[in-house]
């Protein structure tokens, strides 16, 4: 049997098909543009995120009792209060045995809070990935011990090294995620339902005429099967006596009616608009124009409950009956989520203008996006000035335009962060600023824009300045000290010296007069030994070559018949100037303290946290219960001034750290812990853990 395909069912399956793939166009971009807000929202919040709040932490139970793990805990719980549909706010971290939490935005009693250091055995391979590519990304939805999720994370960085310190991550849950897709896409849906009713009901009555009775009862039979099946509130009402002649299931079950109490009642009947004007204004377009699309309108169910709802409708002939076949899409829940979304935004723009700090946000072309200056700014000018505008165009003061300018393209260009110091001169006093720029990068890893983020240093800045004065007057102070005890202890010596010679034969007298120049000598030792430790910190850290350095300290030292060996290579440091005398008192240690020492070795290691340069002697060793003491300040002694207390000291400077491995009675071993970025090889001026 053949059947003739007609016209109207080509333009019924054309829609169907156009309908789908709009569907999915849809519900594809919906999901692409909340990614995008989400991952937005999670630059946003970790561009406040302090890192070396972070870098003090070490990822355990222990870190609770710490300042800055309170801060930032406090932190993640405003973030997930400022925006509802952020479920959970944290921050993760690497190490050998798996990603872990640092800090989550749960209270400790909660049934889903992490405390720090916890193993997040569910992480996937894209977010352990994120510690390596360093790269901002969504992920999701997937499912873990806490429910089903979308997450957006963002690398938090050191700004002045660039080095990965945590990952931030902020969790929706997924079905709030979807619910938000299906409700864009429900409207394409009843759209296209409509175009087809319409379409299906349109060529319908084009064969009336041929097939009377069959036509209208197949034709009745579709209408109503798309009718009474489709989830968007449907009715049809005549269009003279306003009554309505039909509705379907989702229109009587959201409204709380029965049919009986619908069929023949007006839409004034029902007070089914909560705005009688608005139905007016609806009943004179349509006869006018004949239809009416996506009004927002409020519409009042049964018991006096309004919900928010999206009226479409069309004129159509019923069994020759002129008609209105009316659509309403259930748009509660968007509007609330709508409602929440602009809530939440303006709570974070709120936020971010409470900070101390300017920030601005720029697009890849350099026009001002956002622009928030803080409450006691003295900067410039009110934001709505920046906005929409060109950075050239708004011109900032010298040399602040000229620096801000050149950090702008510096991470436009490479995507790395840049920072800057400037000073300008506001109302005749002079101010410092402190200036970071970061930059915004797509899913592709291509920069979308960047961020700027302004703190006023001044006070800082004063205090190092008042601090350096006063640290040059001590030390002018202790020079001149210094200078006038050698002077004393020069006469002391000489009267010394006139009393033995004057108390020949008197041996009593004389062993005491030795006793005194004995002490007068520790004294001068003690006096030139201060002033080594008065330079500590005084002149700026640097690079400095560790296999130089060694021997530059052991040519200060009478190394007898000991033999040595520096295997070094060409690593560098970055250390105290007197790194120098911290290495002389290494070896005078071993000289000094490990008995029958024969040949002292230096060599060093790379870890995943740094390198470790290993010192080591075959000497006596030192005992288990001795390995921390000898670090220790020791009050009258010369070890308190040189030794390995000043040691420790000067290493302590720039963050390396030592101790004493050895075994008793095979030799002492000292190591001294670099950690990543404090050191480099010769010719390459990158800093290894960079």
């Given at each position: 049997m053949t059947r003739n395909i007609t016209w109207w069912q080509v333009i019924a399956l054309v829609i169907i098909i156009a309908g789908v793939l709009l569907t999915?166009?849809?519900?594809?971009?919906?999901?692409?543009?909340?990614?995008?807000?989400?991952?937005?929202?999670?630059?946003?919040?970790?561009?406040?995120?302090?890192?070396?709040?972070?870098?003090?932490?070490?990822?355990s139970p222990s870190d609770i009792a710490s300042p800055d793990y309170q801060h930032l805990k406090v932190q993640m719980a405003r973030i997930t209060a400022a925006d509802p549909s952020v479920r959970f706010a944290y921050l993760m971290g690497q190490r050998p045995d798996g990603v872990f939490f640092y800090v989550d935005s749960e209270p400790a009693d909660s049934a889903d809070y992490s405390p720090p250091g916890q193993v997040y055995t569910e992480v996937t391979d894209r977010i352990v990935k994120a510690f390596s590519n360093n790269l901002d990304m969504t992920e999701g939805p997937l499912s873990d011990r806490w429910g089903t999720w979308v997450t957006s994370v963002v690398p938090v960085t050191d700004q002045e090294t660039g080095q990965l310190v945590a990952l931030f991550a902020m969790d929706v849950d997924a079905r709030y995620w979807t619910y938000t897709i299906a409700k864009e896409v429900a409207a394409v849906i009843a759209v296209t339902l409509l175009m087809l009713v319409l379409v299906v009901t349109f060529g319908l009555t084009q064969r009336r005429n041929r097939r009377e009775q069959q036509r209208l009862a197949a034709s009745e039979d579709k209408f109503s099967r798309a009718f009474h099946t489709n989830p968007a509130l449907m009715a049809v009402s005549s269009i003279e006596e306003d009554k309505f002649l039909d509705a379907n299931s989702s229109f009587l079950e959201t409204l709380g009616y029965s049919r009986d109490e619908v069929i023949g009642r007006s839409t004034s009947d029902l007070g089914l608009f909560s705005d009688p004007y608005q139905r007016e204004v609806i009943q004179r377009q349509l006869k006018e124009t004949g239809q009416i699309l996506?009004?927002?309108?409020?519409?009042?169910?049964?018991?006096?409950?309004?919900?928010?709802?999206?009226?479409?409708?069309?004129?159509?002939?019923?069994?020759?009956?002129?008609?209105?076949?009316?659509?309403?899409?259930?748009?509660?829940?968007?509007?609330?989520?709508?409602?929440?979304?602009?809530?939440?935004?303006?709570?974070?723009?709120?936020?971010?203008?409470?900070?101390?700090?300017?920030?601005?946000?720029?697009?890849?072309?350099?026009?001002?996006?956002?622009?928030?200056?803080?409450?006691?700014?003295?900067?410039?000018?009110?934001?709505?000035?920046?906005?929409?505008?060109?950075?050239?165009?708004?011109?900032?003061?010298?040399?602040?335009?000229?620096?801000?300018?050149?950090?702008?393209?510096?991470?436009?260009?490479?995507?790395?962060?840049?920072?800057?110091?400037?000073?300008?001169?506001?109302?005749?006093?002079?101010?410092?600023?402190?200036?970071?720029?970061?930059?915004?990068?797509?899913?592709?890893?291509?920069?979308?824009?960047?961020?700027?983020?302004?703190?006023?240093?001044?006070?800082?800045?004063?205090?190092?300045?008042?601090?350096?004065?006063?640290?040059?007057?001590?030390?002018?102070?202790?020079?001149?000290?210094?200078?006038?005890?050698?002077?004393?202890?020069?006469?002391?010596?000489?009267?010394?010296?006139?009393?033995?010679?004057?108390?020949?034969?008197?041996?009593?007298?004389?062993?005491?007069?030795?006793?005194?120049?004995?002490?007068?000598?520790?004294?001068?030792?003690?006096?030139?030994?201060?002033?080594?430790?008065?330079?500590?910190?005084?002149?700026?850290?640097?690079?400095?070559?560790?296999?130089?350095?060694?021997?530059?300290?052991?040519?200060?030292?009478?190394?007898?018949?000991?033999?040595?060996?520096?295997?070094?290579?060409?690593?560098?440091?970055?250390?105290?100037?007197?790194?120098?005398?911290?290495?002389?008192?290494?070896?005078?240690?071993?000289?000094?303290?490990?008995?029958?020492?024969?040949?002292?070795?230096?060599?060093?290691?790379?870890?995943?946290?740094?390198?470790?340069?290993?010192?080591?002697?075959?000497?006596?060793?030192?005992?288990?219960?001795?390995?921390?003491?000898?670090?220790?300040?020791?009050?009258?002694?010369?070890?308190?001034?040189?030794?390995?207390?000043?040691?420790?000291?000067?290493?302590?400077?720039?963050g390396l750290d030592i101790r004493e491995s050895g075994e008793p009675g095979k030799g002492a071993r000292f190591e001294i812990t670099v950690p990543n970025g404090m050191y480099r090889y010769s010719g390459n001026g990158t800093r290894k853990g960079d």
């Open positions: 999915a166009w849809t519900a594809q971009q919906q999901d692409q543009q909340l990614r995008k807000d989400l991952l937005t929202k999670a630059r946003i919040a970790a561009e406040n995120i302090d890192p070396a709040m972070v870098e003090t932490l070490n990822g996506d009004v927002d309108v409020k519409v009042t169910r049964k018991n006096n409950d309004v919900l928010d709802g999206l009226f479409s409708a069309i004129t159509i002939d019923v069994a020759g009956v002129p008609s209105v076949l009316m659509v309403i899409l259930d748009i509660t829940e968007r509007k609330r989520a709508e409602d929440a979304l602009r809530g939440s935004e303006h709570r974070m723009r709120s936020l971010i203008a409470s900070m101390d700090d300017l920030v601005f946000v720029l697009d890849q072309e350099l026009i001002f996006r956002e622009y928030y200056e803080p409450h006691n700014g003295k900067l410039f000018v009110r934001p709505e000035f920046f906005i929409g505008r060109h950075f050239d165009e708004v011109g900032f003061p010298e040399p602040a335009n000229g620096i801000i300018r050149n950090a702008l393209m510096h991470t436009l260009q490479t995507g790395n962060p840049a920072k800057a110091e400037y000073g300008l001169e506001i109302q005749n006093v002079w101010t410092w600023f402190d200036l970071h720029i970061t930059a915004f990068l797509g899913s592709d890893g291509s920069r979308t824009g960047l961020t700027g983020v302004v703190r006023d240093i001044t006070d800082r800045k004063l205090t190092e300045d008042t601090l350096l004065k006063v640290n040059q007057r001590l030390n002018v102070i202790s020079r001149l000290t210094r200078r006038e005890l050698t002077n004393e202890l020069f006469v002391l010596n000489s009267y010394l010296e006139l009393a033995t010679q004057e108390a020949h034969g008197q041996e009593r007298i004389i062993e005491s007069i030795q006793k005194c120049e004995l002490a007068a000598r520790s004294i001068s030792q003690i006096t030139e030994f201060a002033r080594d430790y008065q330079d500590l910190g005084e002149k700026p850290p640097a690079w400095q070559n560790v296999k130089m350095t060694l021997l530059f300290g052991l040519s200060h030292v009478s190394m007898r018949d000991v033999q040595h060996s520096i295997e070094m290579e060409n690593l560098e440091i970055f250390a105290d100037p007197l790194l120098e005398k911290a290495f002389q008192g290494l070896f005078e240690n071993s000289l000094a303290h490990g008995g029958h020492v024969t040949r002292i070795r230096a060599w060093h290691t790379a870890t995943p946290e740094g390198v470790t340069i290993f010192l080591e002697d075959d000497g006596t060793g030192i005992p288990y219960e001795r390995k921390e003491q000898i670090f220790l300040h020791r009050e009258g002694s010369i070890t308190m001034i040189r030794g390995l207390f000043f040691t420790r000291e000067i290493l302590s400077i720039t």
